[in-house]
């Protein structure tokens, strides 16, 4: 059944054309430049892609690839670099490797997009997770339900660190499974398979406001993790290389 992405309703609309696709329960919004691509083009390769990656997913051979919380061995019988990197964040994170799933598909749908249209710039968002390859600053603001932050502080994304994947897990927001009780995580990385994969490693690990600034120095110890923000209650923590605003 279709839900309605709120968070979306300022994305970028005058700085980008947009599409969105769906598949199954993967749904995608889709932010270019220049505007000249033709969408049902964009849309036609997008849905194409998704639909393999879908495919690759469902019928990997170990069925505990879909409900594992824990890492996975990687098989030897031709795994594909998508499906490579779903299994690498899991095991750099201590996930499942569907922990990983919306920001690796984001990932592999933008950089197949970019390379195939000559694109000059994309955001793919899925599910909140976001691949971004931008020639412009880019400022993406933390969306953490109905704490009174959400909205009012952002991360600013600059082409010195572009592509790099921003995804966010929440306890409180959204159908995941969480183990913590963080109103929001969200990390930036080079890789948006991984960014997803430890947003999700540390948001169950936040339990209580305490852990919060604890939290944020384990992540400031990862090289891999550009940038992150926790927040809980009236706790927020950050760390790493890329500005942060806020607003007021």
């Excluded at 690759?56 to 170990?62: H, R, S, W």
């Excluded at 890492?71 to 490797?97: C, H, Q, Y």
């Amino acid at each position: 059944m279709y839900q309605e992405r709120a968070y979306r309703r300022g994305m970028g609309f005058s700085r980008f054309s947009s599409v969105t696709v769906a598949v199954g329960e993967s749904d995608l919004w889709i932010g270019y430049a220049p505007f000249s691509v033709a969408p049902d083009a964009l849309v036609k390769e997008s849905t194409r892609v998704l639909r393999r990656l879908r495919n690759e997913i469902l019928n990997y051979p170990d069925s505990l690839f879909l409900s594992s919380l824990v890492p996975l061995r990687k098989r030897e019988d031709g795994v594909s670099p998508f499906l490579e990197g779903m299994i690498r964040a899991a095991r750099l994170s201590g996930t499942g490797p569907m922990a990983s799933v919306a920001g690796a598909i984001a990932q592999e749908v933008g950089s197949v997009l970019k390379r195939k249209f000559s694109l000059d710039e994309i955001v793919v968002e899925n599910g909140g997770d976001l691949y971004i390859d931008t020639l412009k600053p880019l400022s993406v603001t933390l969306f953490a339900g109905s704490n009174k932050l959400s909205g009012k502080v952002s991360i600013i994304v600059d082409m010195e660190h572009c592509p790099l994947g921003v995804c966010t897990s929440s306890a409180k927001v959204g159908h995941s499974h969480s183990f913590g009780r963080a109103d929001a995580v969200m990390v930036a990385c080079k890789d948006a398979a991984l960014a997803d994969a430890y947003a999700t490693a540390f948001c169950n690990m936040v339990r209580e406001e305490a852990d919060v600034e604890r939290v944020s120095r384990l992540m400031n110890e990862k090289e891999e993790i550009l940038s992150a923000l926790v927040l809980l209650d009236t706790k927020l923590a950050l760390c790493g290389q890329l500005e942060v605003r806020n607003k007021a």
